[in-house]
């Protein structure tokens, strides 16, 4: 099934654990068709279930988490410090929770409606970290637990019918304080995008 963009990405491409599904979503498009915006996936970071003490996961299901427990290519999307929506791909089989964060995206569609969302007039700082990504392609916890490969849905992912070769690299996760030994955040390597604070790590 095809957006205007490219080929939406099938379910079973997030079947697998998050730490293998992570890289392989750098340079896919994320879409709001609603709102006509799209960025290219540029960072991400993935976080496992009940044996990763960075994740939501780690304690069992709660009703916050609950989206992160769902079936796999579904949108977990989380509130933090008290004002910030981030936005997560589900993995794995359901009832298995993983997921990957989705840190920064390069925006490619509707500029000026991102910055309008943004309130800035700056194209770097639009989508250069998960929380203002979200606000940018307006994701809220009215989207948490939707389908992100149904072509009726708003938000979907897709290929990048005009990707071309990159570098990727990867290190440590970001913003933790458990499990900060695991590689587990991947990007587009010299990528204008990704997070401040990725920059600085």
Request: aromatic share 10%; with cysteine; net charge positive.
């Amino acid at each position: 099934m095809k957006s205007s963009l490219g080929q939406i990405i099938p379910q079973d491409f997030y079947y697998d654990p998050p730490w293998v599904v992570a890289p392989k979503l750098l340079g896919k498009i994320l879409v709001n068709k609603k709102l006509g915006v799209s960025g290219k996936i540029v960072e991400v970071e993935a976080y496992g279930g009940v044996d990763d003490p960075a994740s939501h996961a780690y304690k069992g299901k709660t009703f916050r988490n609950a989206s992160m427990f769902g079936p796999p290519g579904h949108l977990y999307v989380y509130f933090t410090y008290g004002m910030h929506w981030c936005s997560n791909v589900v993995c794995l089989e359901q009832g298995i929770p993983g997921a990957v964060l989705i840190r920064a995206l390069a925006p490619l569609e509707g500029l000026e409606i991102m910055r309008q969302r943004r309130n800035i007039a700056i194209g770097k700082n639009l989508c250069n970290g998960p929380a203002k990504l979200s606000q940018a392609m307006g994701i809220t916890k009215d989207l948490d637990g939707n389908s992100l490969f149904n072509s009726n849905q708003d938000l979907v992912i897709v290929q990048n019918e005009n990707l071309s070769f990159f570098e990727i690299s990867q290190g440590r996760r970001i913003g933790i304080s458990k499990a900060k030994e695991l590689e587990w955040r991947w990007w587009i390597t010299e990528e204008p995008n990704i997070s401040k604070t990725a920059v600085k790590n």
